[in-house]
């Protein structure tokens, strides 16, 4: 899937999320919001500007928000994304109405409207994690120019071949080769690997320059 689709994923199939942001004191606060659209700009939300969300979005450059679907772990679906967040105005507000048509309900009169501003995520990256299916598929995106940041593991060219990690894994997607090879699309990211390896050769990304 292309980026795009996540981004619908979010909006469509998600829709309402947990968005975090640092208060005035540099402390994680978080708060329930609808992702209002996305599009080939982002991930857009709609507040008023008398919300403590309002204060906290304008002044944190850096968001994250997670979301999933499901009826539990089994049968979920789930997203995060991390991004540069900026107020664009309330030029697009009546567009993201009509994209959400319950909240004419809550602010039933256009003049009371007039308070509430968009917010879009213009440049991020993104996992979305697939539990519904076995073993779960986990795949990474961005948007808005953002470089790809790899996590999880891999084994390097030191891997001896002795397959403890192989037998460790609890999703059994480490298969035999020189090296052996982490599929990173159904690996937990749980570290059984990484832990058991007696010639040190499976690695973190992100602690090495790899």
């Known amino acids: ?13 998600i829709h309402s999320v947990v968005l975090a ?35 906290r979005m304008n002044c ?3 968001v994250s928000l997670s979301g999933m679907t499901g009826s539990d772990f089994f049968h979920s679906t789930m997203m995060t994304v991390q991004g540069k967040i900026r107020n664009i105005g309330n030029s697009r507000v009546k567009e993201l109405f009509d994209a959400n048509p319950y909240m004419y309900k809550i602010y039933p009169d256009e003049d009371n409207r007039g308070v509430i501003e968009v917010f879009q995520i213009y440049e991020g990256q993104g996992e979305y994690s697939d539990f519904s299916v076995q073993p779960p598929v986990r795949r990474q995106f961005t948007f808005g120019g953002r470089e790809l940041k790899r996590s999880g593991y891999y084994i390097e ?4 071949g002795c397959g403890i990690c192989e037998q ?18 159904n690996c937990l990211r749980c570290g059984n690997c990484y832990e058991v390896c007696p010639a040190k050769a499976v690695r973190k990304r992100g602690e090495d320059n790899e």
Do not use: W
């Open 21 to 55: 942001t640092n208060d005035k004191n540099g402390h994680p606060v978080t708060a329930y919001m609808d992702v209002m659209y996305a599009d080939e700009g982002g991930i857009y939300f709609l507040t008023s500007r008398g919300k403590e969300i309002y204060r």
């Open 168 to 185: 460790k894994c609890p999703m059994r997607c480490i298969a035999k080769g020189t090296p052996y090879l982490i599929n990173e699309e």
């Open 157 to 160: 060219d030191g891997c001896t």
């Open 60 to 62: 944190n450059e850096y």
């Open 1 to 13: 899937m292309e980026y795009l689709d996540y981004l619908k994923i979010l909006q469509n199939d």
